[in-house]
Structures are given as C-alpha cells and as structure tokens.
C-alpha cells in the first residue's frame, strides 16, 4: 500500500534560484512520489511576473497553486529561503482546513530560529557583498560575472529574494503538529554544527530528525548526493505513512 500510494512532493525553491534546480529529482524518486517544483514570481517560468518579497503573498499563491492538485497526501520541501516559507504555506493552507493532507514537512539548509543571527540581514548588503557571498555558497557562475546585462539582471533578482529572507526572519515560527525533518550539506558554510539543524526539532510536535548528507548548500545539485537525498525523504514518507495506518 505505502509503495503504491500516491504522493506530491511540493519544491520551494532558493533565493535567486528558479524550480529548474528540481529538474532531476523525479528521475531519482519512487514513482509513487511527484515532485512539484514551485516557482516565484519573476523566476524561470514565470519571469514575466512581477518579483516579490512579501512572505504572506507568496505563502498564499503557493497554497492556492498546491490545492490545485486535488486531494492528495503532500510533502513540502524548502530549500535554503524556501525552509522558512513552507511553514507560512501551512499557515495559508489551515486558513481553507486544506492542511490535513501535509503529511511531512522539510526544512534544508536552514538554519533554525534558535540560529538566526546566523543569517545575514541581506538586504543591506552591496553588490559587491553579494556577489561575494553567492560565491562562498559556490553558486554563481563565472559567465554571469563577467557580463554586465546578466550580472544587472541576475542581481535585481537575488536581491529581492535576499529581502525576502529578511522579511521571513521579522516574524517567529509556530511550533507544528505535521512531522518534521532537516537536511543539510556537511560543507554548508553557514551550517558548521549539526545542532544548528537539530535544532528545528523545537518547533515540531513529530521530530523525525535532523540528517547531514555530502555536499555544500547546494549539496543536491550533485547526482549522486540527490539519490542519498530522496531516499532520506523517502524513508521518511514511509515511516509516517506506517504511523498514521496504525
């Protein structure tokens, strides 16, 4: 029953990062399990839209854009940014009592609320400052740098999103019922101590545990390291699955 039950599996994305960075992950999970990437306004597919660094706004179009798909057992994962704004989609899916079928929440590589002086106030940053944390995330390619239309373009973006993660650090996180997990690269710059990530079991009813794999921030970008990653996520499905038929 488990191996045959249908599941989404919703993406929430990076700052500066588009649904793109999930292209291979339903290659590498159970085909019972549909991944969904999310994608912001003013990212990839959805470039024409207008950017915006409003948590509650963004929280909201994601949830109406999950209800979409029906009835269906869900997990949320939230990378990086998307850590924190998966709790405010929970938020705006208990407004429509559309909560009941989260079935497993994912925060990846970002730091808990008891570690928030870890995250930078970004938006006060230069650009200069940016490009220089981009590259201690080992995330900004070197074509992008050395030409100015796309640095321009790419910066106007990062810089939303870095205020948005601001904006997301204003507001406290309420403890949920949904089960919770953490993930993170055991080279993540700004996650040098596994209880920065442990930490998170403080704000979950069901702590599933805090899991470091291989790689940097972005450790999931690495084929190898993506398998380690989805088994993590699908063992854990499993496991809550088995709990709740119980």
Known sequence: MINNLKINLFCVPSAGSSASIYNAWNKAIAGNIKVIALEYPGHGRKIQQQLSNDPDGLAEQFAQE??????????????????????????????????????????????SPHFQSLIHHYSDMTDRQIVQELKLYN??????????????????????????SDNMLK??????????ISIY???????????????????????????????????FLDTE??????????????????????
């Open 66 to 111: 999950i209800l979409t798909y029906g009835d269906v057992p869900c997990v949320l994962f939230g990378h990086s940014v998307g850590g924190s704004l998966i709790w405010k989609i929970e938020e705006k899916l208990k407004l429509v009592d559309a909560d009941h079928n989260l079935i497993l929440k994912i925060v990846s590589a970002r730091p």
């Open 139 to 164: 995330n900004f390619p070197d074509e992008i740098l050395n030409n100015p239309s796309a640095s321009e373009f790419f910066l106007r973006i990062i810089k939303n999103d870095f205020i948005l």
């Open 185 to 219: 690269g055991k080279d993540d710059p700004y996650i040098q101590d596994h209880e920065i990530m442990q930490s998170w079991q403080n704000f979950s009813e069901q702590w599933l545990g805090a899991y470091q794999v291989r790689g940097d921030h972005f450790y």
């Open 225 to 246: 390291i993506l398998q380690d990653t989805v088994n993590i996520i699908q063992d854990n499905i499993h496991q809550v699955i088995k709990r709740m038929s119980v």
């Open 171 to 180: 507001k406290p996180i309420q403890k949920s019922l949904v089960p919770l």
